[in-house]
């Protein structure tokens, strides 16, 4: 078909060599007309911008069969068509054809736009049977994927190639009656003579996107490598009627600058398009574009675009991003049989205008696409090879001539199964997603719905796109969907996309996932400016236009992403939703919150997280601080520069602890947080929080850009492809402004702690929104707002306990009272009880209660490693007079403590922080109405030290036992005075020192026994211990710092060889029963023991096998009986034994003597 021709038929392109460039496939020349919107009077043929819904889509009943078409122009669908699709004798008043064209759609909520598919008018030719059958068949008018936008003030067109897809689908059915073309009436009178008509047609080639971000993408380059000169030819139907113009825009990279020439068959047209230089720094684009327009005299139809490269310096290179030619020439019908028309000179004037087609005959019809969905048939008189006929003038219209033997031959895609989302209930959430990974979403919805009472719809993308922009994968045909509900109310509360995004919409780069699209922002040459952002689906009013320039848009859905690219990361991320709402979760680790900070920048990260710390204070009193600032921790050099070991080791430790956010202020990016590299892919293999897994807010550049395929960044590890790691990431997804991060991070903070009006508590989705809200309405930065994103399930709520924990008396004193005073070595019984959300006590509750009593917050300072950082202090509620567990009996309980002597003096607040659980629910709270200081007289003397007693991986451990690399210590420690593990002193902690070299601090580890504040354990998890012999020291001291020491000694063996010693039996000799025993180094494994035991002449009298899997190096669980294989009791005497051990990673054998009695 002539409206479309590929770059290799009929399109040249010389390169000024020899050698000639193959253009790919997605480089036209498009002449045709596409769907006109009328840029100057905002005509286009669409229902208002003022929504109105079917109640069903006309996909809900009836087959379907989808078609495609790449080109504008005129359609066949015959019978040998049909045929193909299985459809016979078909009445063709049956034969119907639906879809709006397959043009993007415009982004601001007030374009008008098609609801569902509308139908297209067919030209039907059935030779009079009504049946569609031997050559018979119909005709249609496609105004193809891309468009044509006129400017009616001016008289101009722009090309507007489509940017998501080269195809336009439109779908067939056989039910009910079809829409046909209709003929003109009788010709106006008055009509001017139209000689000529507007001839438009451009070149763009889409190859490069200079920073893979946003929607321009550029074309062939230009250089003095790969030449500075190519040629483009177009094709005219007939020679020039006055100038040929012709508009350019082209980009370029130059240190002093550069310009760009076109020339028409050899004539100047645009001469020196100057392009600014770029530097290379981060706030200037890595390119700069121009655009220009030109004209020059052709005396013939076939037109040779020239543009060449003026670089300024050797190495500055060019591309060229489109190639506009436009003029007005006589309509002349070529040889292929089609021609598009229309003529710019009496439009809108009320003038009819009076054409005349030639190189026309009989066979050659004329109509009128204006109304691209309805095309009219033109009265028209045949005059020697003249087709004349008579159009309005009332606006522009757009005609096209051809000939039916002429007509293209759509794609046949496939059937469409039945779908009615616009048959659709109100739902409170949304999911859209693939097929693929529609199994997981389903799994989620169930959840929700059980869980939390939401309504949930769950849509495949594939379903958006076919009722919302005619089968095309367009971006706002998902914003539109969501809109449906939003305006049909009552409004849904939350948006999943639960798929990943590309920057790359058409399939051009490599293992691409492009499953759920994100928006991408016009500006794609300055990586300040350009963004990806989810927003864009969520801006709902009418009103709405993300492409606004006033005041940014407010969101009305809390939207959120599961950014998987395949099934498996779709599982992971779902079971780790499921398994965050269960009550394997429950913990203390709920009631943390850890405040992560760079160093350098003259304290500017230190100083924005103490910020954050401060909304802390005042809105999430529940809550406990923890802070983890670089400047703190002792700098290293490493081979790579300077690091911090301390900081990635508190990080470790935190996040296997527990903490229900983290929050990172500072420098990032896809790889890494900070220059010295506190947290990467490889800190990811040292967590172990499956079940303790916390909100990651980053307020850093490009964490977690999840619309380049070609990265998966630190953020999608953490996300979805560890067990470990994050529920969900509040995060960049390009580079960003510290001064705008805080402000959102601030008001994401103050969102995410404060109940809503309801008394609930904000899901992510909701504190994302209210957050992005409120730093719309107060900051101008809306670009860095929109950079910031929800990965995770935004229907999910935080991890905040239902109950709450509330004291009652200290001593006996009424807590709401006067503050009283905590003081060193005083004993102290608080008393409390558990409410509802509504103040009422729970009376069945029972449960555990997990109290941890801080003293007052200490002063600490930072150290100043770099010139870009200073000294300076800041306060930390860290040290703990007493840990314990305590039984909550009908809603209520009490506990004892003895406060250690190291006790900070001064006035300030000590706070009790409890957490309780039982097998269904958990609940949290605090009292800090009490001040920390001084000593009181303690009631009997003291001065023996705690007793303590420590093993490896489990109790059943012997001083002297084989161990794997990473064992875990288990310290049971007891006295009458209690524990101290406040801190406050560094002589006195509870430390373990391995080897002499490696000092450890357990103070965080201990947890007091049930309802006992005399005796507790450590469980601490030692990592990656070398081969060889080793020793642990631990050292405790009571509340009174009475100290106690205990040492055990231990061997690593050889990581992945099976290392079996102290084979053995107990008791031997032996009478009834002798239990065999050994050590090993594959603790959590599975074992298969084989036990042969022999006499001493060596018959075979009896075997045993069993499979264990042993936690501990020590095993001592295989009995026998002196038995033999018959049952029979052996006779006394001396036997010989063999065990045998079976691993996956080999096979060991020792043996021994017994007696047996």
């Known amino acids: 078909m002539l409206p479309i021709v590929p770059a290799d038929k009929g399109l040249s392109i010389s390169t000024g060599r020899k050698t000639a460039i193959k253009v790919m496939k997605l480089s036209y020349i498009f002449i045709g007309v596409f769907l006109l919107s009328f840029l100057g009077r905002g005509e286009i043929y669409a229902q208002s911008s003022l929504r109105q819904y079917k109640k069903n889509s006309v996909l809900a009943a009836g087959s379907w069969y989808k078609i495609g078409i790449s080109a504008p122009g005129i359609y066949k669908i015959d019978a040998a068509f049909l045929q193909s699709m299985e459809i016979t004798g078909l009445p063709s008043a049956r034969l119907r054809l639906f879809g709006s064209g397959g043009q993007m759609l415009g982004e601001p909520n007030a374009a008008p736009r098609y609801d569902d598919l509308p139908e297209v008018a067919l030209q039907v030719e059935d030779g009079g049977d009504g049946v569609l059958d031997g ?141 600014l230089p770029v530097t290379g720094n981060i706030f200037e684009g890595v390119a700069t574009a121009v655009t220009a327009t030109g004209g020059a005299d052709a005396g013939e139809p076939d037109l040779e675009i020239g543009v060449e490269f003026l670089p300024g310096n050797i190495n500055d290179k060019g591309w060229l991003d489109y190639l506009e030619v436009q003029t007005r020439c006589a309509p002349v019908l070529p040889a292929a049989g089609v021609l598009d028309f229309r003529s710019t000179r009496y439009a809108g004037s009320g003038h009819p205008g009076r054409f005349a087609v030639h190189n026309a005959n009989a066979q050659t019809y004329i109509w009128d696409v204006t109304d691209p969905l309805n095309p009219v048939e033109m009265k028209t008189t045949l005059q020697g090879d003249s087709l004349l006929f008579t159009g309005k003038n009332d606006r522009l219209h757009e005609y096209i001539a051809f000939r039916a033997a002429a007509a293209g031959r759509p794609d046949f895609a496939g059937t469409v199964p039945n779908q009615d989302l616009h048959g659709s209930g109100p739902a409170d959430m949304l999911i859209v997603t693939t097929r693929t990974l529609l199994p997981q979403a389903e799994r989620l919805a169930a959840m929700h719905r059980a869980a939390d009472q939401l309504s949930v719809q769950v849509t495949t993308i594939d379903q958006v796109y076919q009722e919302f922009a005619s089968g095309t994968p367009d971006p706002t045909a998902l914003r539109d969907y969501v809109k449906m509900f939003y305006d049909r109310g009552p409004a849904p509360r939350y948006l999943l996309l639960f798929g990943a995004a590309s920057y790359d919409y058409r399939q051009r780069v490599k293992n691409n996932t492009n499953d759920i699209p994100s928006w991408q922002s016009e500006a794609s040459l300055d990586a300040i400016r350009s963004y990806v952002s989810d927003d864009y689906f969520g801006i709902l009013k009418d009103e709405g236009d993300i492409t606004g320039t006033a005041k940014p848009d407010l969101l009305d859905i809390g939207i959120g992403r599961i950014p998987a690219r395949n099934e498996a990361e779709a599982r992971l991320a779902v079971d780790k939703i499921l398994r965050y709402r269960q009550p394997a979760a429950f913990g203390a680790w709920r009631n943390q919150v850890t405040l992560l900070a760079d160093d350098e920048d003259d304290n500017l990260h230190f100083e924005d997280a103490e910020k954050m710390g401060a909304i802390l204070s005042a809105d999430a009193k529940l809550l406990n601080t923890d802070k983890i600032y670089a400047d703190a921790y002792p700098q290293e050099t490493g081979s790579s520069g300077a690091i911090y070991p301390e900081v990635n080791k508190a990080i470790a430790r935190k996040i296997n602890k527990g903490t229900l956010v983290l929050n990172y202020t500072g420098h990032g990016s896809n790889s890494r947080l900070a220059a010295e590299n506190i947290m990467d892919a490889g800190s990811i293999s040292d967590w172990h929080n499956e079940n303790k897994l916390p909100l990651f807010i980053t307020a850093t550049c490009d964490f977690a850009p999840y619309d380049d395929p070609g990265i998966t960044s630190l953020g999608h590890k953490v996300l979805l492809q560890h067990t470990s790691g994050a529920i969900a990431l509040m995060t960049t997804t390009r580079a960003v402004f510290s001064a705008s991060n805080q402000l959102m991070n601030a008001n994401y903070m103050k969102v995410a702690f404060t109940p809503l009006a309801d008394g609930r508590m904000p899901a992510l989705g909701t504190a994302a929104m209210l957050a992005k809200n409120l730093t719309y309405s107060s900051s101008g930065d809306a670009v860095n707002n929109r950079k910031f994103q929800l990965l995770g399930d935004p229907a999910l709520t935080l991890a905040f306990p239902t109950y709450r924990v509330i004291t009652d008396s200290i001593n006996g004193r009424a807590a709401t009272g006067q503050p009283d005073t905590v003081k060193g070595l005083g004993m102290y019984t608080v008393k409390g009880h558990i409410e509802d959300a509504q103040g009422n006590r729970v009376t069945a509750y029972n449960g555990v209660l997990y109290t941890t009593v801080y003293d007052q917050p200490a002063l600490l300072k930072t150290r100043g490693n770099d010139v870009g950082s200073q000294v300076a202090g800041y306060k930390l509620q860290r040290n703990v007079l007493f840990q314990g567990t305590q039984t909550v009996n009908s809603g209520r309980f009490s506990f004892t403590f003895v406060a250690p002597v190291d006790i900070r003096e001064g006035d300030g607040r000590g706070k009790i922080s409890y957490y309780t659980s039982n097998e269904q629910l958990d609940g949290n709270g605090y009292f800090d109405n009490f001040t920390t200081g001084g000593q009181a007289s303690p009631p009997v003397a003291d001065v023996n030290g705690p007793s303590v007693n420590a093993w490896l991986d489990s109790r059943s451990f012997r001083s002297g036992d084989i161990t794997g690399p990473d064992p875990l210590l288990i310290v049971d420690l007891a006295d009458s005075s209690g524990i101290n593990i406040s801190g406050n002193n560094g002589l006195y902690q509870l430390t373990a020192i391995l080897d002499s070299t490696e000092y450890i601090v357990l103070n965080d580890y201990f947890g007091a026994s049930l309802d006992s504040y005399k005796k507790g354990n450590v469980l601490f998890p030692l990592k990656g211990l070398s081969t060889g012999e080793h020793r642990i020291t631990i050292k405790a001291w009571d509340s009174r710092n009475n100290g106690a020491t205990t040492t055990i000694y231990f061997k690593v063996a050889e990581q992945g060889i099976l290392t079996i010693d102290e084979v053995r039996n107990f008791p031997n000799p032996f009478h009834d029963v002798t239990r065999f025993s050994f050590l090993h180094n594959r603790q959590g494994e599975e074992l298969e023991l084989t036990l042969q035991v022999f006499t001493l002449g060596g018959r075979l009298v009896k075997t045993m096998r069993s499979t264990i899997i042993s936690t501990a190096g020590r095993f001592e669980g295989m009995p026998w009986d002196g038995r033999n294989d018959s049952g029979a009791k052996l006779s006394s005497g001396l036997y010989v034994y063999r065990l045998i051990i079976r691993t996956s990673t080999g096979t060991k054998m020792k043996g021994g003597k017994l007696v047996l009695l």
Do not use: C
């Open 135 to 275: 050559s018979d068949y119909a005709l249609f008018y496609a105004p193809g994927p891309h468009r044509w936008l006129y400017n009616s003030s001016t008289k101009t067109f722009t090309h507007q190639q489509h940017l998501y897809a080269d195809t336009a689908w439109y779908y067939i059915t056989t039910t009910g009656t079809g829409l046909r073309v209709t003929t003109a009436g009788d010709e106006p009178a008055g009509a001017v003579p139209e000689y000529t008509f507007d001839y438009h047609a451009f070149y763009e080639r889409d190859s490069l996107n200079f920073l893979n971000s946003g929607k321009q993408w550029w074309g062939q380059e230009f250089s003095k490598v790969v030449g500075l000169t190519r040629s483009y030819r177009f094709n005219l139907p007939s020679a020039a009627a006055g100038k040929v113009w012709v508009s350019m825009r082209a980009a370029a990279r130059s240190s002093t600058g550069s310009n760009f020439n076109a020339t028409v068959n050899k004539v100047p047209a645009i001469t020196n398009m100057y392009l």
